[in-house]
């Protein structure tokens, strides 16, 4: 299928957008949150989400090719692994640069009388942003370090039980581990089919694993090697039912595709806000339910003593404060490009290779193609080479960066474009798969 037919179906069933969001435009036609060098005014500029909104006026496509020159990217490959960090774009490292300056130009004045009201003010926008209560999320560094937060603060006992996947994370699985050493916990480890047949399926394999020793399920909103979206309302409700507690790692998914927390209906909810939100390295959130905030030990000792307190599990010690900053630029820019539009946009780009390439002979994709399976990753593979063969000749002979994933049963290469990505760049990606494939 070329590219106009494939959009013109596209649009059809809904992968493009008919409405065209807003644009915000500086004097030179670019998103820019220009910041002011003088404190006060800058310190204003942070708290107000981009003003001046103006229509687009352009098509969709030309829209996106305004997203691509935002951003500066490397001429000697093309990036389709956006899934371990998310270039940021221009108009986010600018405000990461003003705000370290901002807060190297104020030292320890900064740290002592400003600090802790931005980090209230930029969870208070994040909690907006997520729609959960602000009492329910802290600003962490990462998804590890938000799920470590629980696996090691839970108030395990002796034999209790818990269940996850063998495509989790991989440092989440270690966690767990040393826990079980420590606290003599019982694991069981299921697979998440590639290709299920249904909702009820999943849903059914963590359920056939709870026990009366049960204490947690820890399930990915998406699995990080594949892309695949799994239906975790559906195992929160059902774990609920067992009193079994669901603690999500949602490490792909803020700034990837529209969802609230509270609609998940989970106990706790980790991710990283580096990847698809583009906020600068060193980002990330917790949400725990009110009713499980009290059970949990903090790793790192804080002042604040209140068991029911979310913030007693928030102590960082001194932490690059410019970088917590730039949650709001990354905020600020999504929402400019819109949630749903970015989400349709990275629907597309992966339905249109992987729609060019799933009846291939030698090829084995290994996300589902559904909208409600998947958004803008996909995992494919080669039966005639390893991922790390296939990773290995994409880059050196076709000039294409991917990451070869070869464990948890999947094997193949996780694709990930991003919203500066081009139709023109997967039908280069395409057409080396189906050369290697035939190698």
């Given at each position: 299928m070329?590219?106009?037919?494939?959009?013109?179906?596209?649009?059809?069933?809904?992968?493009l957008?008919?409405?065209v969001?807003?644009?915000?435009a500086s004097?030179?036609g670019?998103?820019?949150?220009?910041?002011t060098?003088?404190?006060?005014a800058?310190?204003?500029?942070?708290?107000?989400?981009?003003p001046?909104?103006k229509?687009?006026?352009?098509?969709?496509?030309?829209?996106?090719?305004?997203?691509?020159?935002?951003?500066?990217?490397?001429?000697?490959?093309?990036?389709?692994?956006?899934?371990?960090?998310n270039?940021?774009?221009?108009?986010?490292?600018d405000?990461?640069?003003?705000n370290m300056?901002?807060?190297n130009?104020r030292?320890?004045?900064?740290m002592r009388?400003?600090?802790?009201?931005?980090r209230?003010?930029?969870?208070?926008?994040?909690?907006?942003?997520?729609?959960?209560?602000?009492e329910?999320?802290?600003?962490?560094?990462?998804?590890?370090?938000?799920?470590?937060?629980?696996?090691?603060?839970?108030?395990?006992?002796?034999?209790d039980h818990?269940?996850?996947?063998?495509?989790?994370?991989?440092a989440?699985?270690?966690m767990?581990?040393?826990?079980?050493?420590r606290?003599?916990?019982?694991?069981d480890?299921i697979?998440?089919p590639?290709h299920p047949?249904?909702?009820?399926?999943i849903?059914a394999?963590?359920?056939?694993?709870?026990?009366?020793?049960?204490?947690?399920?820890?399930?990915?909103?998406?699995?990080?090697?594949?892309?695949?979206?799994?239906?975790?309302?559906k195992?929160?409700?059902?774990?609920?039912?067992?009193g079994v507690e669901?603690l999500?790692?949602g490490?792909?998914?803020?700034?990837?595709?529209?969802?609230?927390?509270?609609?998940l209906?989970?106990?706790?909810y980790?991710?990283?806000?580096?990847?698809w939100?583009?906020?600068p390295?060193?980002?990330?959130?917790?949400?725990?339910?009110?009713?499980?905030?009290a059970?949990?030990?903090?790793?790192?000792?804080d002042?604040?003593?209140?068991?029911?307190?979310?913030l007693r599990?928030?102590?960082?010690?001194?932490?690059?404060?410019?970088?917590?900053?730039?949650?709001?630029?990354?905020i600020n820019y999504?929402?400019?490009?819109?949630?749903?539009r970015?989400?349709?946009?990275?629907g597309?780009l992966r339905?249109?290779?992987?729609?060019?390439?799933?009846?291939t002979?030698g090829?084995?994709i290994?996300?589902?193609?559904?909208?409600d399976?998947?958004?803008?990753?996909?995992?494919?593979?080669?039966l005639?080479?390893?991922?790390?063969?296939?990773?290995?000749?994409?880059?050196?002979?076709?000039?294409?960066?991917?990451?070869?994933?070869?464990?948890?049963?999947?094997?193949?290469?996780?694709?990930?474009?991003?919203v500066?990505?081009?139709f023109?760049?997967?039908?280069?990606?395409?057409?080396?798969?189906k050369?290697?494939?035939?190698?």
């Amino acid at each position: 299928m070329d590219k106009r037919s494939f959009l013109k179906k596209a649009s059809l069933f809904g992968l493009l957008p008919f409405s065209v969001p807003n644009f915000i435009a500086s004097s030179n036609g670019h998103y820019i949150g220009q910041r002011t060098t003088n404190p006060q005014a800058q310190k204003i500029a942070r708290e107000t989400l981009m003003p001046d909104f103006k229509p687009w006026q352009g098509s969709e496509e030309s829209f996106w090719e305004e997203v691509r020159s935002q951003y500066k990217l490397v001429p000697d490959f093309i990036n389709l692994e956006s899934g371990y960090y998310n270039i940021i774009p221009e108009p986010t490292l600018d405000g990461l640069k003003q705000n370290m300056s901002h807060v190297n130009l104020r030292g320890a004045h900064y740290m002592r009388t400003e600090l802790d009201q931005d980090r209230h003010k930029i969870a208070k926008s994040l909690a907006d942003f997520m729609g959960c209560p602000q009492e329910n999320l802290i600003i962490t560094r990462n998804t590890t370090e938000s799920l470590d937060l629980v696996i090691a603060g839970y108030p395990w006992q002796k034999g209790d039980h818990v269940i996850y996947a063998i495509q989790d994370y991989g440092a989440m699985k270690v966690m767990f581990e040393q826990v079980s050493e420590r606290h003599g916990l019982i694991q069981d480890i299921i697979s998440v089919p590639n290709h299920p047949s249904s909702d009820e399926e999943i849903v059914a394999l963590y359920e056939s694993k709870i026990t009366a020793q049960t204490k947690m399920i820890m399930v990915c909103h998406m699995i990080n090697i594949t892309g695949q979206i799994l239906p975790v309302r559906k195992i929160c409700d059902m774990a609920h039912s067992y009193g079994v507690e669901v603690l999500v790692d949602g490490a792909h998914c803020i700034g990837h595709f529209e969802f609230k927390i509270q609609d998940l209906n989970c106990d706790y909810y980790g991710s990283s806000l580096h990847k698809w939100l583009a906020a600068p390295l060193g980002n990330g959130l917790l949400y725990i339910d009110s009713k499980r905030i009290a059970q949990l030990w903090p790793l790192l000792a804080d002042y604040e003593k209140d068991p029911n307190n979310i913030l007693r599990l928030n102590h960082l010690g001194t932490h690059p404060a410019y970088i917590t900053l730039g949650i709001y630029d990354a905020i600020n820019y999504l929402n400019w490009i819109g949630i749903k539009r970015k989400e349709k946009r990275l629907g597309t780009l992966r339905s249109y290779w992987m729609e060019a390439l799933k009846n291939t002979p030698g090829i084995l994709i290994n996300t589902p193609n559904a909208a409600d399976r998947a958004c803008g990753i996909g995992n494919i593979g080669l039966l005639n080479m390893t991922p790390a063969q296939m990773a290995d000749r994409l880059l050196n002979e076709h000039g294409i960066f991917t990451v070869a994933i070869d464990y948890a049963n999947v094997k193949g290469c996780r694709i990930t474009p991003n919203v500066f990505t081009t139709f023109e760049e997967l039908d280069h990606f395409i057409a080396a798969v189906k050369t290697l494939a035939q190698a």
